[in-house]
């Protein structure tokens, strides 16, 4: 079992800033990867993918509505998570969620992770 939890989120004006932090316990693989994805509150809408991270080596990857803004990293040492989001958007509104996945690849797809996170809010005004 692997327990993830979320925190940072909040409102913030567009064009701001905010830092989510996403700390994990319990018995991790020896291989494995973290991610952020996100879902936006209108009907319909999907969660979807935001970023991910492979735990040994940091390898990252993005999906392109937030590639140059958006950016994560890990500590090892504090088993956390992070995503530093800057220049946010109106449309980056959602509900922002940890994930993880034992084995070595990000993958886009949220099916693929295995432990979830309860979420955070993020709002951006306009």
């Known amino acids: 079992q692997v327990q993830l939890v979320e925190s940072g989120g909040g409102l913030v004006q567009t064009g701001g800033s905010l830092r989510l932090s996403c700390a994990a316990s319990g018995r991790t693989s020896s291989s494995y990867a973290m991610g952020w994805f996100r879902q936006a509150p209108e009907p319909g809408k999907e969660r979807e993918f935001v970023?991910?991270?492979?735990?040994?080596?940091?390898?990252?990857h993005y999906a392109d509505s937030v590639k140059g803004r958006f950016t994560i990293s890990r500590d090892g040492a504090q088993n956390t998570v992070g995503l530093q989001m800057n220049s946010l958007k109106p449309e980056d509104t959602a509900v922002y969620y940890c994930a993880y996945r034992s084995g070595n690849l990000v993958y886009t797809t949220p099916a693929r992770y295995e432990y979830w996170g309860q979420g955070t809010q993020v709002t951006v005004s306009s």
């Open positions: 970023a991910g991270i492979r735990w040994y080596d940091g390898n990252t």
